[in-house]
């Protein structure tokens, strides 16, 4: 079988940042963009608890989807398999600095969430007490201050 794109990044070099993962075209005729949002370094340092990825899965889909300037083009928020970020999918041709304020907002509103968890209920989820909000905001302010604060081009394009 062939690769998919994804597993032809070589992990041994990627750092954390943004990056385009892949675009689309769909039978209508829109791109949609898919991005890496990479928040620990593959195979050198820890990954996320799947708890964190969960907690941080639900405050920032809803922090995407309610916010105006861009919910009409949110898809998707998710983790990775791997546990070592989250993809974003986006409807548009975009680029990393396209969505640098984004996510430095939607990190900043995980950082600094307090409360119930949205959607952390029996009822709204199918794990709700698989969540950890503690780890969840200390992987966002991490991520804050040390690549969104000042991102460089190695943090926005894929080792080649």
């Known amino acids: 079988?062939?690769?998919i794109a994804s597993f032809t990044i070589d992990h041994n070099r990627l750092l954390r940042g943004i990056y385009v993962s892949r675009r689309d075209k769909t039978a209508s005729g829109d791109i949609i963009t898919t991005f890496d949002i990479r928040m620990t370094e593959p195979n050198r340092q820890?990954?996320?608890s799947p708890q964190a990825l969960h907690a941080m899965e639900h405050l920032a889909a809803t922090y995407l989807r309610n916010r105006p300037d861009w919910s009409d083009r949110i898809v998707y928020w998710g983790p990775m398999g791997c546990c070592t970020g989250?993809?974003?999918i986006l409807q548009g041709e975009l680029e990393p600095v396209d969505i640098i304020e984004l996510m430095h907002d939607t990190m900043h509103f995980v950082a600094n969430f307090e409360g119930e968890i949205p959607g952390a209920?029996?009822?709204d989820?199918?794990?709700y007490t698989f969540m950890d909000l503690e780890e969840a905001r200390k992987a966002a302010r991490?991520?804050?201050t040390e690549i969104l604060s000042s991102p460089n081009h190695d943090n926005l394009?894929?080792?080649s």
């Open 1 to 3: 079988m062939k690769k």
């Open 46 to 48: 820890q990954a996320l």
């Open 86 to 88: 989250n993809y974003l």
């Open 121 to 123: 209920t029996p009822r």
């Open 125 to 127: 989820c199918g794990n």
């Open 142 to 144: 991490i991520y804050l």
């Open 157 to 159: 394009t894929y080792p």
